[in-house]
């Protein structure tokens, strides 16, 4: 599985990039007797706390927990999305940015360290497409509807019933939306094949003795899938190849937008 990473850049520019290789990691200013994961010095008016916030990974995904007297401030990666305080604990996504205020100068001016969330191959909003015609319209996806185990492909303003799945379809389908953040709009999630294989098939130890599973099982899946999901399963635009790293899915929300149309595939 790829690991993520955390760039913390000082307010001086110095920049030094953590691996999140653990399941929780705890961000401050180091004091006698206790020093946390990732340090944040130096601190010359006291703004850090010692236990500032939290990383934890749960499901495969970060979070983080704002713990300081001062706050800790969120920058999401998306047009318009003004910076606001953390509240209570929020799922980051790649190229997320959270602000610690490191110094203040004379006329006010604030200086931040910024810790930048750093997972190129998880969640992020999917790219548009643009249309012959010259318009933009959005990408075709899928919305997975848990409680029934249903599947909807969703293009623009019509959504259709997806049929045939078998048992290891849901199996992967239900993993890549989980790893979605359930947020408005169209999602872009992608897992490394390694990460697939051990959804569909369970950690290596767990295997029978003698049997193994490999990149081509996952592909047997994969084909599968696209052939009941695609309208074209030769060229593929909801569950996408990526190159030496694995496959992304296209997630619409668990809600489907008001009218929408029904069809059964």
């Not at 955390?6 to 920049?15: E, H, I, M, N």
């Not at 295997?207 to 592909?219: E, H, K, N, Q």
């Not at 996408?240 to 069809?263: D, F, Q």
């Amino acid at each position: 599985m790829q690991v993520a990473k955390l760039k913390v850049t000082s307010p001086a520019g110095k920049a030094r990039v953590y691996v999140l290789d653990g399941d929780q990691f705890t961000v401050g200013r180091a004091a006698p007797h206790h020093e946390p994961d990732i340090v944040l010095a130096p601190d010359p008016q006291g703004w850090i706390s010692r236990l500032h916030c939290i990383l934890d990974l749960e499901s495969g995904q970060w979070w983080v927990t704002d713990h300081a007297r001062n706050g800790t401030l969120l920058q999401r990666d998306v047009l318009g999305f003004e910076v606001r305080p953390v509240h209570g604990r929020e799922l980051l996504k790649h190229g997320d940015t959270l602000l610690v205020l490191g110094d203040m100068l004379g006329d006010g001016e604030q200086l931040y360290w910024r810790l930048t969330y750093v997972d190129a191959h998880a969640t992020r909003p999917a790219p548009r497409r643009h249309d012959p015609a010259g318009q933009d319209a959005s990408r075709p996806g899928l919305r997975y509807d848990v409680v029934g185990s249903r599947v909807y492909r969703t293009d623009g303003d019509k959504e259709t019933l997806v049929e045939g799945l078998r048992p290891k379809g849901h199996q992967l389908l239900r993993h890549m939306v989980a790893r979605s953040s359930g947020l408005p709009g169209v999602e872009a999630v992608a897992c490394d094949h390694d990460e697939l294989i051990t959804a569909l098939w369970r950690p290596r130890e767990e295997w029978p003795l003698g049997r193994s599973y490999d990149r081509t099982d996952l592909a047997g899946v994969v084909r599968a899938v696209r052939r009941c999901l695609e309208p074209d399963p030769a060229r593929p635009r909801i569950l996408e190849t990526v190159p030496t790293i694995g496959y992304r899915l296209y997630v619409y929300p668990v809600a489907p937008p008001e009218g929408r149309e029904h069809e059964r595939s």
